[in-house]
C-alpha cells in the first residue's frame, strides 16, 4: 500500500499538469501573442514542464519517505499546486492576463515560501525545486511582459 502512495506522491504534479494540458490545449494562443525577445518557443513549454513536475514530486516523495512531513508543508505543497495549474486556465483558457500577473506573483512567494519550509526539513527536498522557482520568475516576466506587449 505505501507504494502506492509514494507512486501518487511522484507523479500527482506531472498526472495533474497532463490534465491541465489537455484542457487548455485548444485555448493556447501563445504564438499570436506578441512575445517578449526572451520568450522560448512553444514547443519547450511541455518539456521543461514533464521535468519541473518530475522534481516537485521527487521532493515531496523525500520528505514523505523520510517522514518529514507536518500538516504545514503538506498544505503549502498542494497549495502551490493547485496555483499553479490554475495560472494556465487563467492565462490561457480565461484570457485574464491581469489576473495572471498577480497570480502567478502570488505563486512565486508561495513557492518560496513552501522551499523556506522545505529547507528547514530537507535540502536535497529544496534543491530540486530551485528549478521550479528559477522558472516560475521567468514565468512572471512573460506573463508581464505578454500582458504589456499586448494591450
Not at 64 to 88: A, D, P
Not at 111 to 135: C, E, G, S
Request: glycine letters at 2%; charged letters at 10%; aromatic letters at 20%.
Amino acid at each position: 500500500m505505501k507504494i502506492l502512495t509514494y507512486l501518487f506522491n511522484l507523479f500527482l504534479p506531472l498526472i495533474g499538469g497532463l490534465i491541465i494540458s489537455i484542457i487548455i490545449s485548444p485555448h493556447i494562443d501563445y504564438n499570436t501573442l506578441i512575445l517578449p525577445s526572451l520568450a522560448p518557443p512553444k514547443n519547450l513549454f511541455p518539456t521543461i514542464w514533464s521535468l519541473l513536475y518530475l522534481f516537485m514530486g521527487c521532493s515531496y516523495l523525500l520528505l514523505n519517505v523520510c517522514n518529514q512531513l507536518t500538516i504545514i508543508e503538506k498544505k503549502i505543497y498542494y497549495l502551490q499546486l493547485f496555483i499553479n495549474y490554475m495560472w494556465s486556465i487563467i492565462f490561457f483558457l480565461w484570457k485574464l492576463r491581469l489576473l495572471a500577473i498577480f497570480w502567478i506573483v502570488f505563486l512565486d512567494f508561495i513557492v518560496l515560501y513552501m522551499l523556506i519550509r522545505f529547507y528547514q526539513k530537507n535540502k536535497l527536498a529544496t534543491y530540486l525545486n530551485i528549478p521550479y522557482l528559477l522558472w516560475i520568475i521567468f514565468a512572471t516576466y512573460l506573463t508581464i511582459s505578454i500582458y504589456f506587449l499586448n494591450l
